[in-house]
């Protein structure tokens, strides 16, 4: 597991950039973290990174959106499950059938999409207590965590090594 601090918005939209040269078609991206934390400013820098068409925003209202690349790279699917109520309502959006094809990233999905796939990315944010919304220049903690065959061995260093913020490491997965 890979622990970072990020000092700001711009800082996690580029962690997100930094991301998207990690991932490939098939992962799914888990995020988890309070109202404002900032998953949907890390899912821009994703798709920022992975060049899709269309601006990259919350899809509360709508439950799912897909962002087709730009470059013939892989779609970016971005999923908020916090309106979802079962695990039924998670299987009827049927995420299986484009998982295979695209990076697909799931806001709110802790304990709801973990069985879509035994490989993916387990990201929680935190803000310090008493912080504003996610426009404020406040530090998220962030931790990235790589579940599944997949992921054993990737190398989450790099994320600091690009000079996207500074990190400590704790236990891995």
Sequence with gaps: MRV????????????????????????????????????TTLTQGIGRGLRVRGEVTSPTFVIARVHPSLQ??????????????????VDDLDLDTSLDDSVTVVEWGEGRVEGLSENRLEIHIDRAAGTGSEGDID???????????????????????????DASTSGRR
């Design 72 to 89: 013939g790279g892989p779609s970016l699917v971005h999923v908020d499950a916090y309106r979802l109520g079962s695990l039924v309502e």
């Design 4 to 39: 970072v601090t990020v000092p700001n918005r711009d800082d996690m939209h580029a962690l997100g950039m930094a991301l998207a040269s990690l991932v490939r078609p098939g992962d799914l991206i888990v995020l988890s973290g309070g109202l404002g934390a900032g998953k």
């Design 139 to 165: 530090p998220r903690t962030v931790s990235v965590a790589g579940v599944g065959p997949r992921w054993a061995g990737v190398d989450f260093g790099g994320l600091v090594a690009q000079g996207v913020v």
